[in-house]
T-cell receptor
Framework: GDSVTQMEGPVTLSEEAFLTINCTYT??????LFWYVQYPGEGLQLLLK?????DKGSNKGFEATYRKETTSFHLEKGSVQVSDSAVYFC????????????FGAGTRLFVKA | DADVTQTPRNRITKTGKRIMLECSQT?????MYWYRQDPGLGLRLIYY???????NKGEISDGYSVSRQAQAKFSLSLESAIPNQTALYFC?????????????FGPGTRLTVL
């Protein structure tokens, strides 16, 4: 079945460091790919998405490119801030024409001042 | 005001008790979902509803039931709570526009079953 695998956390970085959180997927058809972020005490919210191969999603300095050849959607940010501390979830949706969203296990990011 | 609200935000209950978690939304979306979040497991789908008359089981529906009282309201019930139902529960909505369907989440209910 469809699945999403993302790197285990926690990831601890100093402020202004470069961030990469790896995400790979297994799916049939042509899913859309998402990154959601969960700040402490809150629900998940969409960070960015890409709907087809080679698309790049971007928001708030975060970027991810839909790579069909490597089945990956890695999240990157050039310079993290303390306020980026959160849990990040990679997800896929619409595989094989279905409606369900499949979430990865989440990666917790801590950014130190 | 928040678009998706959940009540209560925190609940402690005892094994065997019946408990209801409520979700309301002002986004006007037809699709609503209940998820459970456990550490290291991500989010797992419990039930989903595409409209008031359409309710479906997700991957982990055993021990849970739902009610869609109106387009804006979707409640999750635990008929007889057990300790392994201790988790963070999220309600979500979506527009139903296909594979790029963004989900909008409530703030969550932290449930502890003693």
């Amino acid at each position: 079945g469809d699945s999403v695998t993302q790197m285990e956390g926690p990831v601890t970085l100093s402020e202004e460091a470069f961030l990469t959180i790896n995400c790979t997927y297994t799916a049939t058809g042509y899913p859309s790919l998402f990154w959601y972020v969960q700040y402490p005490g809150e629900g998940l919210q969409l960070l960015l998405k890409a709907t087809k191969a080679d698309d790049k999603g971007s928001n708030k300095g975060f970027e991810a490119t839909y790579r069909k050849e490597t089945t990956s959607f890695h999240l990157e940010k050039g310079s993290v801030q303390v306020s980026d501390s959160a849990v990040y979830f990679c997800a896929l949706g619409g595989s094989a024409g279905g409606f369900k969203t499949i979430f990865g296990a989440g990666t917790r990011l801590f950014v130190k001042a | 005001d928040a678009d998706v609200t959940q009540t209560p935000r925190n609940r402690i209950t005892k094994t065997g008790k019946r408990i209801m978690l409520e979700c309301s939304q002002t986004k006007g979306h037809d699709r609503m979902y209940w998820y459970r979040q456990d550490p290291g497991l991500g989010l797992r789908l419990i039930y989903y509803s595409f409209d008031v008359k359409d309710i479906n089981k997700g991957e982990i529906s055993d021990g849970y039931s739902v009610s869609r009282q109106a387009q804006a309201k979707f409640s999750l019930s635990l008929e007889s709570a057990i300790p392994n139902q201790t988790a963070l529960y999220f309600c979500a909505t979506s527009t139903g526009t296909g594979s790029a369907d963004t989900q909008y989440f409530g703030p969550g209910t932290r449930l502890t079953v003693l």
